[in-house]
Nanobody, 127 residues
Framework: QVQLVESGGGLVQAGGSLRLSCAAS????????MGWFRQALGKEREFVAA????????SYSDSVKGRFTISRENAKNTLYLQMNKLKPEDTAVYYC????????????????????WGQGTQVTVSS
C-alpha cells in the first residue's frame, strides 16, 4: 500500500507560479511510477505529467509542456510539480498518483493505470 498526500495548492494570479508536493509513505518510493492529474469542475480527470521511478523519464500533456516540470526526490519520498506561467484554464484540483513499476523506467498517462491516489489540492488561477 502507498499513501499519498498533496500540498502546495492555492490562489495565484495568471502568470504566477506554484509548486505542488506529494508526500508518499509505504513501499519503496523508487519502485513506483508517479503522475500528476487534474480535474476541473464539471470535467473529467486529465493527465498532466508523469515520471518514472528513477526520475530518468518524464512525460507531459501538450497543455502544460514547457510551463510545468515534474520531479521527484526518492530519498525524501516526495514528488513535485513546478508550475510556471499559470493560466486561468489551469484551475483544477490536482492529484498525485502512484503505480508500481518495479525497476522498469516507464511512465503512464492514463488515469486507469494508477492504483493509488492522493486526496487532491486545489489550484485556482485568477485572470
Amino acid at each position: 500500500q502507498v499513501q499519498l498526500v498533496e500540498s502546495g495548492g492555492g490562489l495565484v494570479q495568471a502568470g504566477g507560479s506554484l509548486r505542488l508536493s506529494c508526500a508518499a509513505s509505504g513501499r519503496p518510493f523508487s519502485l513506483y511510477a508517479m503522475g500528476w492529474f487534474r480535474q476541473a469542475l464539471g470535467k473529467e480527470r486529465e493527465f498532466v505529467a508523469a515520471i518514472s521511478g528513477s526520475g530518468s523519464t518524464t512525460s507531459y500533456s501538450d497543455s502544460v509542456k514547457g510551463r510545468f516540470t515534474i520531479s521527484r526526490e526518492n530519498a525524501k519520498n516526495t514528488l513535485y510539480l513546478q508550475m510556471n506561467k499559470l493560466k486561468p484554464e489551469d484551475t483544477a484540483v490536482y492529484y498525485c498518483a502512484a503505480r508500481y513499476s518495479g525497476f522498469r523506467q516507464a511512465v503512464n498517462e492514463a488515469v486507469n493505470e494508477y492504483n493509488y491516489w492522493g486526496q487532491g489540492t486545489q489550484v485556482t488561477v485568477s485572470s
